[in-house]
């Protein structure tokens, strides 16, 4: 797999062709059809003195840039920056607590203001990972699931940085690997051939699958283990022969396109279809159902994948824009999108089990829970998939995927972590996976009450103490979904404006001051 740069120009062409687009929709509803261009007089038949037609504004959606969008306080007792302290973590050397009371606003030069979805903190807090652990490539993506809003849009190039830091997060560049598991085992269940329950006994499969470790061999397959233990441990070789024997072209292609694979992903920036070839060869299909090639992803996808589990199994394309003010001060904030049902219920829950499974017994295990079986994150559980490919073509960079959500029981956030690590390598996508976590169940009031943030001439101000309206991005927004809008969260929360804990269990807060986020 060559570096993310080698795709990134259709990108390019697609947001210039989304532009064209957006500015000749604008076009057309500036013109009057004939049929109403009539002359009309006063009573008196006196001609009234023409008036000055006045300037529309330009369209806004052509002119997004999340890289001009800066800080702003929330309201004016927000507190004074602070001088920046060191610190011994080796993720965050220095926390941006001027960052922990602010929402993302981008001016626009003819008077249109944006207020973005972004928790600045959470923002900064990935970019600081990616840097200080000297990742090449690598994407953060995080979701409220009550609206799948965007939390977290993180994008980072150290190898090249002529690379856009959006288009690392919105562009399919890295096979999806083991995360495809997910869609398999939901297509499984959801053509009622198999449970979690089904065991395969199986051998080999760790880095590759061939031909005759499909064909069942007592003398040979000595391990056994059912769906939800695959999908924990990912055990190539189940997936394989469970798809193998059970899922037809047809079938894992629904379920893929039901997961919008090969799809559009409305979204306020372009976005990559994340592709997906399922072989009519039998063998070869079965390989791909277990994660080997012929599907990649975009991180800003992993996320919604993960979200559609959380979400018990409805889809909703993500949003990144909380409101709109044009010059006038009149809203212009766009509905949000649609949401629709993907995978039942019962499906999205079973998968949801195997996924708690990955990080308290399977492959993401050693970043949630210490060697003498202690959680890092108390009282929360998180659900979880691993993916790790190795690029065939220099520079040989191995794609480090952990999508998921959390807590798993009643879900807040979906997620999505992308690496792409040399050789040497640091840490791995599920570690910083959960150090993101911790921030955001350090900071889950403060995100919470933030969100009710709205534009006002004065700045950006929270609505009065008592005074509250519920969680949306714009009052003509409708309601999330039943099953979504039914969960509460955990009655016990640590203070809302704590800042990135130390590794281990969630801290206490430390003062200290940092930048803004300097990516995307």
């Known amino acids: 797999m060559s570096a993310p740069n080698t795709r990134l120009s259709g990108l390019g062409a697609l947001f210039f062709v989304g532009t064209l687009g957006a500015i000749a929709f604008y076009v057309q509803r500036q013109e009057v059809p004939e049929t109403h261009d009539v002359v009309r007089t006063a009573a008196t038949g006196t001609q009234a003195a023409p008036e000055e037609a006045p300037v529309a504004a330009l369209p806004w959606q052509d002119r997004l840039d999340l890289a001009a969008a800066t800080p702003a306080p929330l309201g004016p007792d927000a507190p004074t920056p602070a001088k920046a302290t060191k610190t011994a973590d080796p993720d965050f050397p220095s926390l941006a607590t001027d960052l922990a009371r602010t929402r993302l606003v981008q001016e626009l030069s003819d008077g249109h203001r944006i207020l973005y979805t972004l928790d600045p903190v959470l923002q900064d807090a990935a970019l600081q990972i990616?840097?200080?652990?000297?990742?090449?490539?690598?994407?953060?993506?995080?979701?409220?699931?009550?609206?799948?809003?965007?939390?977290?849009?993180?994008?980072?190039?150290?190898?090249?940085?002529?690379?856009?830091?959006?288009?690392?997060?919105?562009?399919?560049?890295?096979?999806?690997a083991s995360t495809f598991k997910l869609v398999t085992a939901a297509s499984l269940l959801a053509n009622k051939h198999v449970n979690s329950k089904t065991?395969?006994?199986?051998?080999?499969?760790?880095?590759?699958?061939?031909?005759?470790?499909?064909?069942?061999?007592?003398?040979?397959?000595?391990?056994?283990?059912?769906?939800?233990?695959?999908?924990?441990?990912?055990h190539n070789v189940v997936i394989a022969k469970l798809a193998l024997k059970h899922l037809s072209a047809d079938a894992l292609q629904a379920t893929v396109r039901s997961f919008k694979f090969d799809s559009d992903i409305p979204f306020e920036f372009p976005v990559e279809r994340s592709p997906a070839l399922i072989p009519a060869d039998a063998k070869e299909r079965a390989k791909v159902a277990a994660g080997f090639w012929h599907v990649d992803m975009s991180p800003l996808h992993g996320a919604l994948l993960a979200s559609v589990f959380a979400r018990d199994g409805v889809y909703q394309a993500p949003h990144v824009i909380s409101q709109v003010l044009g010059p006038d001060g009149t809203d212009r904030t766009p509905?949000?999108?649609?949401?629709?049902?993907?995978?039942?219920?019962?499906?999205?829950?079973?998968?949801?089990?195997?996924?708690?499974?990955?990080?308290?017994?399977?492959?993401?295990?050693?970043?949630?829970?210490?060697?003498?079986?202690?959680?890092?994150?108390?009282?929360?559980?998180?659900?979880?998939?691993?993916?790790?490919?190795?690029?065939?073509?220099?520079?040989?960079?191995?794609?480090?995927?952990?999508?998921?959500?959390?807590?798993?029981?009643?879900?807040?956030?979906?997620?999505?972590v992308l690496l792409a690590n040399e050789p040497k390598w640091q840490i791995k996508a599920h570690y910083a996976a959960r150090r993101l976590v911790q921030i955001y169940l350090q900071r889950r009031d403060a995100i919470a009450d933030h969100r009710l943030a709205k534009l006002t001439k004065k700045g950006v101000e929270l609505p009065v103490e008592g005074k509250k309206a519920a969680p949306a991005a714009s009052p003509s927004k409708p309601a999330p979904?039943?099953?979504?809008?039914?969960?509460?969260?955990?009655?016990?929360?640590?203070?809302?404006?704590?800042?990135?804990?130390?590794?281990?269990?969630?801290?206490?807060?430390?003062?200290?001051?940092?930048?803004?986020?300097?990516?995307?």
């Open 130 to 176: 990616f840097r200080n652990r000297e990742v090449p490539y690598a994407a953060a993506v995080v979701l409220d699931v009550r609206d799948n809003a965007v939390l977290a849009l993180a994008g980072h190039s150290s190898m090249d940085p002529e690379v856009d830091p959006l288009e690392i997060v919105t562009t399919a560049w890295a096979p999806a």
């Open 199 to 234: 065991r395969v006994c199986f051998s080999g499969g760790l880095h590759g699958i061939t031909d005759d470790l499909l064909l069942d061999d007592p003398r040979r397959d000595e391990r056994c283990d059912d769906l939800g233990g695959a999908v924990a441990h990912s």
């Open 335 to 416: 509905a949000l999108p649609k949401t629709e049902r993907v995978l039942s219920k019962d499906v999205a829950e079973a998968v949801g089990a195997m996924m708690v499974r990955t990080t308290t017994e399977g492959t993401a295990r050693a970043s949630f829970v210490d060697r003498q079986g202690n959680s890092y994150i108390s009282e929360v559980q998180v659900a979880g998939k691993t993916g790790s490919l190795t690029g065939k073509r220099a520079p040989g960079l191995n794609y480090n995927w952990f999508v998921g959500y959390a807590p798993a029981e009643r879900p807040e956030i979906a997620f999505a």
């Open 481 to 520: 979904p039943d099953a979504v809008a039914a969960r509460k969260a955990p009655a016990a929360r640590p203070d809302p404006d704590a800042l990135p804990p130390v590794p281990g269990p969630v801290a206490r807060p430390q003062a200290a001051s940092g930048k803004a986020p300097s990516g995307v």
